[in-house]
């Protein structure tokens, strides 16, 4: 039961986007499409839950024996930037479309969202080992419902008649202020 508490508080509750604002740039970035919003979504999802072991076992194993536990921020963003450029070479030779669909924001794949999740969220709560991949499962997967769902709304107002001063841009930012005041209802959930 506290694994399902802690996922909905992750994923829906304390959501990454849309209630703690993290991660903005790849959300507004790569949601003009499904399909490209659901690859960074993964691509998301890959690098948080597998960063979040690797540097919990680092931190544990590592950093808090040896008594530096200073360098933490330091090896998580080496953890984080290694696991999104092998994400990053794997999905270039796997999907080049993919790949070249998602173009410059692959690489922010390395961005606050996960650190967040990774640093702050789990270490300094210090979660255990399921705890944190519970928590990096459940705040990953958030974000990719949110950017997929998005993506569905923004390709929707593609096609609907809006006045031409609130086209682009201006319709997206407020369909997400829209989406974020929606996420705000979870908030009494657990």
């Given at each position: 039961m506290e694994y399902i508490a802690l996922f909905i508080y992750a994923s829906l509750?304390?959501?990454?986007?849309?209630?703690?604002?993290?991660?903005?740039?790849?959300?507004?970035?790569?949601?003009?499409?499904?399909?490209?919003?659901?690859?960074?979504?993964?691509?998301?999802v890959f690098v948080t839950v597998l960063g979040a072991a690797a540097c919990n076992l680092a931190y544990r194993f590592i950093l808090a024996p040896m008594e530096i536990e200073y360098l933490s921020l330091i090896v998580f963003i080496l953890i984080?930037?290694?696991?999104t450029k092998g994400l990053e070479i794997f999905i270039r030779k796997a999907n080049q479309s993919l790949y070249s669909t998602l173009g410059s924001f692959l690489p922010i794949t390395t961005n606050c969202a996960i650190v967040a999740v990774i640093f702050v969220l789990n270490r300094s709560i210090h979660y255990s080992f399921l705890n944190a991949i519970v928590n990096a499962l459940g705040a990953s997967l958030g974000f990719l419902a949110v950017i997929v769902i998005f993506a569905g709304i923004r390709e929707r107002l593609e096609r609907c008649d809006i006045p031409k001063s609130f086209q682009g841009f201006p319709i997206g930012m407020i369909a997400a202020g829209l989406m974020s005041m929606a996420f705000l209802g979870f908030v009494g959930l657990v």
């Open positions: 509750v304390n959501n990454l986007v849309l209630v703690r604002v993290l991660g903005v740039c790849p959300f507004l970035g790569v949601s003009r499409k499904i399909e490209s919003a659901f690859g960074m979504g993964l691509a998301i984080v930037a290694s696991l």
